[in-house]
């Protein structure tokens, strides 16, 4: 299942999975977010998984949108997965936010997760790593303006020093996706299969 980002729609991910999967080994979701007003842009309405009030790291941040969420994503998971595998959760930019949280903080069971030009969500309170936890593929631009490659750096350290696998790559542009990108997110989730 991969999120799209920020008042973006599932179509913005949609085209992905026959670059990232042209041998049809998974089945893709994209679901869309609801439509919400978003504080950081006016208040004005788009699709958000949750309420955004900054991107300085120093924000509030919408814990209980964060919950709510991640409730909702978790309910669809279960009911596409049903009995078969696990998922692999993932997502472009507040799409990756939410999988981080979905998949670390309200323990869903995913395969792994898939964070492309994100951040991590509640950063000081990363829940410790378990047996079960899933490995994080993290990929995000070198020039990325919106969310600084810092972004991944804090987060590749707090999450390793909480015992995820955490496999980071930089790419020569900015928030955005690249074919190099894609190339490798193929090359990690063929690992998995």
């Known amino acids: 299942m991969l999120l799209h980002g920020l008042g973006a729609s599932m179509e ?41 009030y900054g991107f300085d ?6 814990t ?6 991640a409730s909702r994503l978790g309910a669809l998971l279960d009911h596409e997965a049903g009995s078969g595998p696990a998922v692999i959760l993932g997502g472009f930019s507040q799409g990756g936010a939410m999988s ?4 670390l ?5 995913a395969r792994a997760v ?18 079960e936890s899933p490995p994080v593929f993290w990929a995000h631009g070198q020039q990325d303006a919106v969310l600084p490659i810092s972004y991944m750096e804090i987060a590749r350290q707090l999450l390793a020093a909480s015992g995820y696998a955490v496999s ?10 690249c074919e190099d990108e894609l190339l490798d997110l193929r090359s990690f989730l063929y690992t998995l299969d």
Request: no cysteine; hydrophobic share 40%; net charge negative.
């Open 64 to 69: 209980e949108g964060l919950q709510d969420m």
């Open 12 to 52: 913005d991910l949609a085209g992905m999975a026959d670059m990232v999967d042209p041998e049809s080994r998974f089945r893709w979701l994209f679901p869309n977010a609801p439509v919400r007003p978003v504080h950081v842009n006016g208040d004005r309405p788009m699709r958000a998984w949750y309420d955004v």
């Open 114 to 131: 898939l964070a492309l030009s994100a951040y991590l969500p509640l950063r000081a309170r990363v829940p410790a790593a378990t047996p």
């Open 100 to 103: 981080l949280y979905t998949a």
């Open 57 to 62: 790291g120093q924000s509030a941040e919408d």
């Open 168 to 177: 980071t790559h930089r790419y020569p542009m900015g928030h955005t996706l």
């Open 105 to 109: 903080h309200a323990g869903y069971a």
